[in-house]
């Protein structure tokens, strides 16, 4: 060791440990950075984050910071809020078509009610990515086109079901009823999460909705069959 070693306290040793320390360091830089698909990871971080916390707590800065990237990474992929927020309303819509097209059969009525409780489902299990969909934080879907095709491919696969179901010729007819079932079954994601946060008392109080709204939520099979069969 050289007196200049000595002076600063290095050593061959010490300068190695320097290194390693260096090289792991850019590596998990790197890691973070450099992923396979960077812009689908951003997009799964930013789903989590608006279902945890809200959209309107969602920004490019704090997806960023969640996803331990540099804070001009994500604008390589979204220019603005609202071209996240339509990235993550596109894999709601893919998600809610997936989950309301799952176990169709060749009875028409079942493939209706089935697609309706899991529409609702979905509604109350992802409320805050739910809200991002329905509201107005993308007001023009045509601007993402993968997203009006995920948003329409929904609409179609009920307006599908109630076709088979009705036997209705009239198309007008049928994209009407079908605009008053999804109006329905927003209404009742709406109604169900207020039911999930009002004190208990008021379920069965009488001269309110609450008693109503609770006695559908017990027994909403056989509410949405006589509200096709009605419709």
């Known amino acids: 060791m050289t007196n200049y070693d000595k002076k600063f306290n290095v050593s061959s040793v010490n300068i190695k440990v320097l290194c390693m320390q260096c090289q792991h360091s850019s590596f998990k830089y790197m890691k973070s950075y450099h992923h396979g698909n960077l812009k689908q990871e951003l997009i799964d971080c930013a789903s989590k984050m608006c279902e945890r916390d809200g959209y309107t707590k969602l920004s490019i800065r704090s997806l960023a910071k969640e996803s331990n990237v540099s804070q001009t990474a ?22 809610l078509h997936k989950t309301i097209s799952k176990n169709q059969s060749s009875d028409s009525e079942k ?13 109350l299990n992802n409320a805050n990515t739910y809200d ?47 605009v ?25 109080m009488p001269d309110t909705p609450f008693k109503a709204i609770n006695s559908i939520n017990k027994d909403i099979d056989k509410y949405l069959i006589k509200f096709f069969r009605n419709i």
């Open 74 to 95: 994500p604008y390589r992929h979204f220019k603005t809020k609202e071209d996240l927020y339509a990235e993550i309303a596109t894999e709601g819509f893919n998600k």
């Open 111 to 123: 493939n209706l009610t089935t697609g309706a409780k899991a529409y609702i489902k979905f509604g």
């Open 132 to 178: 991002l969909m329905f509201g107005t934080a993308v007001p023009d879907f045509t601007k993402y086109p993968l997203l009006f095709q995920s948003a329409n491919k929904t609409y179609l696969h009920i307006r599908t079901n109630f076709n088979e179901f009705s036997k209705i010729k009239d198309q007008k007819l049928i994209e009407e009823k079908c």
């Open 180 to 204: 008053y079932i999804w109006a329905k079954l927003h209404g009742l994601v709406g109604l169900l999460r207020k039911l999930e946060v009002v004190p208990e008392k008021l379920l069965d």
